[in-house]
């Protein structure tokens, strides 16, 4: 058995899961409207994203801080979230081509 080939193979799926997964969180962010509440909104805390959007705070949480593992919302360190306008108009502006989230719901 190749030890070696096998492991750089398990990493690549890995990272492939991630990449699954981290995508569904991006659909989830948009069918809920959490990307468009945080938009230009700010630093939010779960709570006052969860209050914006009608959801719940804990599973907003964990959609933040996955959301920011990932690169696409940053951590301040004090418990709030932003959503940069770099990566707000990707995520939420449907008419601009450089709009991201079709690509997450074919996928």
């Given at each position: 058995m190749h030890e070696a080939g096998m492991t750089e193979f398990v990493e690549k799926a890995i990272c492939d899961v991630g990449a699954m997964?981290?995508?569904?969180?991006?659909?989830?962010?948009?069918?809920?409207?959490?990307?468009?509440?945080m938009a230009g909104a700010g630093r939010l805390s779960p709570a006052d994203l969860a209050g914006r959007t009608g959801?719940?705070?804990?599973?907003?949480r964990e959609w933040s801080s996955a959301q920011a593992a990932r690169g696409y919302l940053l951590y301040d360190g004090d418990g709030?979230?932003?959503?940069?306008?770099?990566?707000?108009?990707?995520?939420?502006d449907e008419t601009t081509p450089a709009c991201v989230i079709g690509a997450f719901e074919i996928a």
């Open positions: 997964l981290g995508g569904s969180l991006v659909v989830i962010g948009d069918k809920l409207g959490l990307y468009h509440a959801t719940a705070e804990r599973y907003v709030r979230f932003l959503l940069p306008d770099a990566h707000a108009i990707p995520l939420t």
